[in-house]
């Protein structure tokens, strides 16, 4: 019996050593037809976004700079200024976009105000900007500045921050275009030298000069599925200008120029006689700190909100474990009482738990790194119901000095 032909279900061209036939669960479709059915989709989305940019859809944020906090509070434990001050620049930003929405005359020009973050490792940063984000119900998305570099070296472009926040979007150009961009280790990327001449800094100052045309509002090509740019590549076209920019960086060792800049060092005195110590040193953070640090000027220009977030004290620590939504001892509880089982914990071991991610130097993500830790032998071999667990200051000593 002859084999039978197989035919594109489309097109019906014969398969073809020089023709790829792709199969389906009921057809064939050729690599001609489905390349035309990409053209025809990206079509239809290109479409669909000049009708959105035409539609310029409002948002307005019926929430105060207070009730901001208070949704904050809900979630990151201490940090009260460094709240306090974005809660307001958010509230801004957005009224902002509400009255460039509406079309009103247009007397007096208001600015975008992005924000940097400066804070050691496990503060809050990234959850204060995520948190924000769900509250106010925008497309959200998170980059690593260490992964750029600048165009045309080994690397990605900074415009594939925009691609990952167009893709948290659903790929709608209009809300993403009122998004929320957190930059992370924007620390990493300072200049390598104090004279930009001497050499050329292709992951330092060459990406902060690619980032300036994203912060300060302009309209980006960008790649829809992101990476490197290439000349045959389709775009997507996003206008930058209500895109609210959060930068965090840890900016390690970042109090010596703070020392400096106010006349003192790290553990003296000023000259009037007013006591510095090193944990209160970047309450008095500046633009010009951030500058000497190795930002450009033009960086520290388009992040003119700057604010610190203070070290946790074991007191914060504690209340992390314990009083936010997602706290951990609030997750694990959750977790086995889906078992049947009633989890505790001492306050013995609670303290413990606390003065070993001080230890580690690791902030919250200390408290994360011990929790796991202490519970995997404990969620690996309990699993029948009507049990009750305590975990103990003996316990977690013992399973700390496993680790």
């Given at each position: ?56 859809p409002s948002f307005h944020l019926n929430k105060q700079p207070k009730e901001i906090k208070q949704f904050l509070d809900q979630y990151v434990i201490g940090q009260e200024v460094a709240k306090k001050i974005l809660s307001v620049a958010v509230y801004n930003h957005y009224k902002r976009i509400d009255y460039y929405s509406k079309k009103q005359t247009e007397d007096v020009e ?294």
């Amino acid at each position: 019996m002859p084999k039978k032909e197989r035919v594109c279900s489309f097109c019906g061209i014969k398969e073809h050593p020089d023709t790829i036939l792709i199969d389906g669960k009921d057809a064939l479709i050729c690599e001609y037809c489905a390349l035309q059915a990409h053209d025809i989709i990206l079509q239809v989305r290109r479409d669909e976004q000049k009708k959105q940019k035409k539609e310029k859809p409002s948002f307005h944020l019926n929430k105060q700079p207070k009730e901001i906090k208070q949704f904050l509070d809900q979630y990151v434990i201490g940090q009260e200024v460094a709240k306090k001050i974005l809660s307001v620049a958010v509230y801004n930003h957005y009224k902002r976009i509400d009255y460039y929405s509406k079309k009103q005359t247009e007397d007096v020009e208001i600015e975008k105000s992005n924000i940097i973050l400066v804070g050691e490792t496990g503060t809050g940063k990234t959850l204060l900007a995520s948190t924000i984000a769900k509250m106010i119900n925008v497309p959200f998305c998170i980059a690593d500045a260490t992964v750029f570099t600048q165009a045309g070296y080994v690397g990605e472009d900074v415009e594939s921050i925009l691609s990952r926040l167009l893709q948290n979007a659903d790929y709608n150009v209009a809300k993403a275009e009122r998004g929320i961009v957190f930059i992370d280790e924007i620390d990493k990327i300072a200049r390598a030298v104090d004279n930009p001449s001497i050499t050329r800094d292709v992951s330092g100052e060459g990406v902060q000069q690619s980032l300036l045309k994203l912060l300060e509002g302009s309209i980006v090509n960008v790649p829809p599925e992101g990476g490197r740019k290439h000349p045959e590549q389709r775009f997507i076209q996003i206008n930058t200008q209500n895109i609210l920019f959060i930068a965090g960086g840890a900016f390690d060792g970042i109090e010596k120029k703070i020392a400096s800049r106010i006349n003192t060092n790290v553990i003296g005195f000023r000259k009037q006689g007013t006591a510095i110590n090193k944990e209160n040193l970047l309450r008095h953070i500046s633009s010009q700190d951030l500058k000497n640090y190795g930002l450009i000027p033009e960086i520290c220009g388009r992040f003119p909100v700057v604010t610190h977030l203070a070290p946790l004290d074991k007191e914060s620590l504690k209340r992390i474990l314990l009083d936010p939504k997602n706290a951990l001892v609030k997750q694990y509880t959750k977790l086995l009482e889906m078992d049947g089982i009633t989890l505790n914990f001492d306050d013995a071991a609670l303290n413990y738990i606390v003065e070993r991610a001080i230890e580690l130097k690791l902030g919250a993500r200390g408290l994360r790194s011990i929790i796991e830790h202490i519970m995997t032998d404990v969620m690996f071999d309990l699993n029948v119901s009507g049990k009750k667990l305590t975990i103990t200051e003996k316990y977690v000593q013992e399973k700390s000095a496993d680790n």
